[in-house]
Nanobody, 116 residues
Framework: QVQLVESGGGLVQAGGSLRLSCAAS????????MGWYRQVPGKQREFLASISGDGSSNYEDSVKGRFTISRDTAGKMIYLQMNSLKAEDTAVYYC??????????WGQGTQVTVSS
């Protein structure tokens, strides 16, 4: 089992920034990758970004250049720096942990609301 706790969500004006954090009970070095997703009511959960133990990252096209994923050196925290936020970025943001055995763990989510 892996426990994930997200934090850092909140209300921000359009054009502003937020930094989300995710604390994991296991290190990213025991995972294929960790990542960030978001979901709005009535829609599927959407991939945003992922990062692996070697630091390589991937982004969904709509957030490239605005969002940056990173991790700490211990590998038990990942972050999502979100800049130039738009109203359409409003969603619940989730952290994920993809184990080397193919299991995916999720945090409880943190709400991000961008006012226009």
């Amino acid at each position: 089992q892996v426990q994930l706790v997200e934090s850092g969500g909140g209300l921000v004006q359009a054009g502003g920034s937020l930094r989300l954090s995710c604390a994991a009970s296991r290190s990213i070095f025991s995972a294929n990758a960790m990542g960030w997703y978001r979901q709005v009511p009535g829609k599927q959960r959407e991939f945003l970004a992922s990062i692996s133990g070697d630091g390589s990252s991937n982004y969904e096209d709509s957030v490239k250049g605005r969002f940056t994923i990173s991790r700490d050196t211990a590998g038990k925290m990942i972050y999502l720096q979100m800049n130039s936020l738009k109203a359409e970025d409003t969603a619940v943001y989730y952290c994920s942990f993809n184990s080397i055995w193919g299991q995916v763990y999720w945090g409880q989510g943190t709400q991000v609301t961008v006012s226009s």
